[in-house]
């Protein structure tokens, strides 16, 4: 609900002001009044309980009934006189009752004089006495119709003089209301104008009204020319930045192509010798020119190990340039989900076996083939797989699980029991050359290639990845992917 408008408000509240002025007024008119009324009515009746107190005792020291009733008839001259009673030796002695009344029960005990209001009436007692006897009690009982006329006149006069008196009100509020609202919507449509069109130049007009609302105006043109100020400060800023950033971007972009270029250079260079080295090594290690001793045998296999493992590194170097690049096309085909991952399984089986650690594989029996590009699928797993096998303890076990996810997708989740990865390291995972400790990495190896290249892979394939991990315990990654991803990245 919108809020009302100041000049609504304005009104209202001299209304309001107004009206509880009035009505203050009345109140205390009415209270006065009612008082006088009030005390006006106990004095006249007082008046006449001790006129008659006065005519009647010697009716009631000689027990003349008669006597005393004509004496209290007397006040069927006073129409607001409901009745009158003696009451002597504990009953009633004589009794006047106006027509069509009734006498509210009183208590007549002898007592001193007083008097009693209610909300009905009003009753005064006066003792009778002779030459010192108390001789009876007399009660004088008054309705209270003069103080409900009071009341309705009061009502009457009130009406008549209060709704004039509001609508001048309103009329006279229309004036103060004008001179306070308009400069405000002035400047509040100015506000709207120049949020809406962007002109910070305008200025509101001077205007002859409250200081405050003057010092308002004054305030709200200097808020403008300070904006405007620094909208032009922004601009030029702006325009400066925008060449800065295309300039930076350029150069990283040229940076960027060089590192891509030298990487792949070399990787080159380093690939071509290495496979010599490989391929030298393993003619040595087959014993075709001669038999070997244990020894050599020993030095052999660490040439071997140490080279394929270079060649792996260079390998991933190389994939992981060309896939930010835009460079690797997929090659997709249709094959067995399961053979894919026993195909892998294979592959790590000696480091498996080497340290004792349990590989197990559960695929859903729903899932059979998929279309992907099957050797960079297996690469993805690889990495998983070989990581996990890498961090996890002799004795250990690793899990692979593929499990459908959803409608034309499918969960790949490669589990271990290893040292696992600490929540505020997470984050870095998947960052080229990352390594999360150093001591990890010297204990373990890696170079922080094989996470980067295995996202960016599964991304190719319009994937995703993600971990779970509880250090310690062990990590989780999964990796979802479409039953069939398309031809190209």
């Not at 009030?38 to 000689?62: P, Q, Y």
């Not at 400047?187 to 002859?208: F, I």
């Not at 038999?291 to 493992?309: A, T, V």
Request: glycine residues 8%; aromatic residues 6%.
């Amino acid at each position: 609900m919108p809020s009302r408008s100041i000049g609504h408000q304005l009104r209202w509240l001299s209304v309001l002001g107004s009206g509880t002025a009035l009505l203050a007024a009345s109140l205390a008119l009415l209270f006065f009044q009612l008082h006088e009324v009030r005390s006006s009515l106990l004095r006249r009746c007082e008046t006449m309980a001790d006129l008659i107190a006065f005519n009647s005792a010697a009716a009631v020291d000689f027990g003349d009934t008669e006597a005393a009733t004509i004496i209290l008839r007397s006040l069927k001259t006073r129409p607001e006189v409901i009745s009158a009673g003696i009451a002597a030796n504990g009953r009633i002695f004589a009794l006047y009752r106006r027509e069509q009344s009734t006498v509210r029960p009183l208590n007549l005990r002898h007592g001193p004089s007083g008097y009693s209001f209610t909300d009905q009436d009003l009753t005064v007692f006066r003792p009778i006495s002779s030459e010192g006897r108390l001789l009876g009690t007399l009660f004088v009982q008054s309705d209270l119709s003069e103080i409900e006329e009071t009341w309705r006149r009061f009502a009457a006069v009130t009406g008549f003089v209060a709704i004039p008196a509001l609508l001048i009100a309103i009329l006279i509020s229309q004036l103060p209301q004008r001179a306070i609202s308009r400069p405000i919507l002035d400047l509040a449509s100015l506000a709207a104008s120049v949020s809406s069109e962007k002109d910070y130049s305008v200025r509101a007009p001077t205007v002859n009204s409250a200081a405050e609302i003057e010092q308002l105006v004054d305030t709200f043109n200097q808020m403008l020319f300070e904006i405007q100020r620094q909208h032009v400060e922004i601009q030029e800023a702006h325009a400066t930045l925008e060449q800065r950033v295309a300039d930076r971007t350029s150069e990283l972009q040229r940076a960027n192509r060089a590192k891509d270029r030298f990487l792949a250079g070399m990787s080159h260079e380093l690939r071509t010798p290495l496979n010599g080295i490989i391929g030298f090594a393993e003619f040595l290690a087959d014993g075709k020119p001669g038999p070997l001793n244990d020894k050599q045998k020993e030095y052999l296999g660490d040439i071997l190990n140490s080279g394929r493992h270079l060649l792996h590194l260079i390998n991933d170097l190389l994939d992981l340039v060309k896939v930010q690049a835009g460079k690797v096309e997929l090659r997709v085909e249709r094959f067995s989900l399961r053979e894919g991952i026993d195909e892998v399984r294979a592959g790590v089986r000696t480091i498996a076996e080497s340290k004792r650690i349990e590989v197990r594989i559960d695929v859903n029996p729903e899932l059979d083939f998929v279309t992907l590009d099957r050797q960079r699928f297996k690469q993805i797993l690889f990495n998983l797989l070989s990581n996990a096998l890498k961090f996890t303890e002799e004795g250990g076990h690793v899990g692979i699980n593929a499990a459908l996810h959803g409608k034309g997708r499918f969960r790949l989740a490669v589990s271990d029991d290893g040292i696992g990865i600490r929540s505020e390291d997470i984050g870095r995972l998947f960052t080229e050359f990352e390594q999360l400790e150093s001591g990890t990495a010297r204990r373990f190896g890696g170079t922080g290639l094989g996470l980067a290249l295995t996202r960016s892979l599964v991304a190719l394939h319009g994937g995703t990845i993600d971990v779970e991990s509880e250090f310690g315990s062990g990590s989780t990654f999964r990796v979802t992917l479409p039953f069939v991803t398309g031809e190209h990245a």
